[in-house]
């Protein structure tokens, strides 16, 4: 899993409620990110984050939020406004983009989120 | 309509065959393709990555080809073992996009004996 840990490995939620998922790299990358991913489905990025005390909302940003106060933590908050939250999440890290072509992602194990 | 679409959406192989899956893009500007394994439950793993300057790239008993001009890729297993046993997920990138990935769906794989 290429020195990114994802923590809990399943989190189970009740509606109306907000829960945190974590996420930290010991790769030194400066780029983190934060996927979703849903059966019968491509990866679907949520926020990603180029450098510390900065991020940017993905494609389906909606419901979620995130804060990036280390170069090696990355979580992000299910919030209670994301009304299907059930999947599976999955976080990243890479190395700056100096020109992007071979800049490659380094994927965590993953979180299972189940709203009961 | 998804911009990467992959075929078959599933597979089942016996041990020790051959096995190749596709991947047809219509992402633009292109950047680089890569293919990720995903294994149940686990995050992807990279397998290959290509610019659209190189026509193949192997990883020991995987390897990749890339056909730029009709935007179409594959992913060819030899000699499969129960380990192949996983998702195989195409992934293209954009040009200048801030290293976004976009994702294909995914081939299923399924090695018996």
């Known amino acids: 899993d290429g020195g990114i840990t994802q923590s809990p490995k399943y989190l189970f939620r009740k509606e109306g409620q907000n829960v945190t998922l974590s996420c930290e790299q010991n790769?030194?990358?400066?780029?983190m990110y934060w996927y979703r991913q849903d059966p019968g489905q491509g990866l679907r990025l949520i926020y990603y984050?180029?450098?510390?005390?900065?991020?940017q909302k993905g494609d389906i940003a909606e419901g979620y939020s995130v804060s990036r106060e280390k170069k090696e933590s990355f979580p992000l908050t299910v919030t209670s406004a994301q009304k299907n939250p059930t999947a599976f999440y999955l976080c990243?890290?890479?190395?700056?983009?100096?020109?992007?072509?071979?800049?490659?992602?380094?994927f965590g194990p993953g979180t299972r989120l189940t709203v009961l | 309509k998804n911009q990467v679409e992959q075929s078959p959406q599933s597979l089942i192989i016996l041990e020790g065959k051959n096995c190749t899956l596709q991947?047809?893009?219509?992402?633009?500007?292109?950047?680089?393709l890569r293919w990720y394994k995903q294994d149940t439950g686990r995050g992807p793993v990279s397998l290959t990555i290509?610019?659209?300057?190189?026509n193949t790239k192997s990883n020991g008993r995987y390897t990749a080809t890339l056909d730029a001009d009709t935007k179409q890729s594959s992913l060819h297993i030899t000699a499969s073992q129960l380990s192949d046993s996983a998702s195989y997920i195409c992934?293209?990138?954009?040009?200048?996009?801030?290293?976004?990935?976009?994702f294909g769906t995914g081939t299923q794989l399924k090695v018996e004996l």
């Open positions: 990243a890290s890479s190395r700056p983009e100096f020109g992007g072509a071979y800049n490659e992602q380094f």
């Open positions: 790769l030194n990358h400066d780029a």
């Open positions: 984050s180029q450098i510390v005390n900065d991020f």
């Open positions: 991947c047809n893009y219509t992402v633009s500007p292109f950047s680089n």
């Open positions: 290509m610019t659209f300057s190189e």
């Open positions: 992934v293209v990138i954009v040009t200048g996009g801030g290293n976004k990935l976009t």
